[in-house]
């Protein structure tokens, strides 16, 4: 196998290997938050446009945007530093999470 194929499946490997460990630290938070004694204090609050925050979210859709949200700030990291292929894959991960929200809770957040 050539150098370039060597590198690029081992990069691959560790945008696999982040993606997974962002999933897991923000599934991690998200239960703690909600389970810590004096949890609502720590616990992510989403807000829509008006900064009101989103209160009629089940369990699953707000996992779901965390994941999603942090994801995709991780991409746009990477686009920072000129990692195309890492923030794509970053980005391409969010809009799978994103797509487990309902449209009319994705319409409220800005920045997704």
């Not at 196998?1 to 599934?27: C, F, G, H, R, Y």
């Not at 389970?35 to 008006?50: E, F, H, K, N, V």
């Not at 292929?85 to 970053?90: F, G, H, I, T, V």
């Amino acid at each position: 196998m050539p150098k370039s194929a060597i590198a690029a499946a081992s990069n691959d490997v560790q945008t696999s290997n982040l993606i997974q460990a962002i999933k897991e630290a923000a599934t991690i938070l998200d239960e703690n938050a909600r389970t810590a004694p004096g949890s609502s204090q720590y616990q992510l609050r989403i807000t829509d446009q008006q900064g009101r925050e989103l209160t009629a979210l089940s369990d699953d859709e707000r996992r779901s945007l965390m994941i999603a949200m942090t994801l995709h700030e991780k991409g746009r990291s990477f686009l920072r530093q000129r990692d195309y292929l890492s923030a794509l894959a970053l980005f391409s991960e969010a809009d799978n999470e994103f797509r487990q929200c309902s449209s009319q809770m994705l319409n409220s957040v800005d920045n997704w």
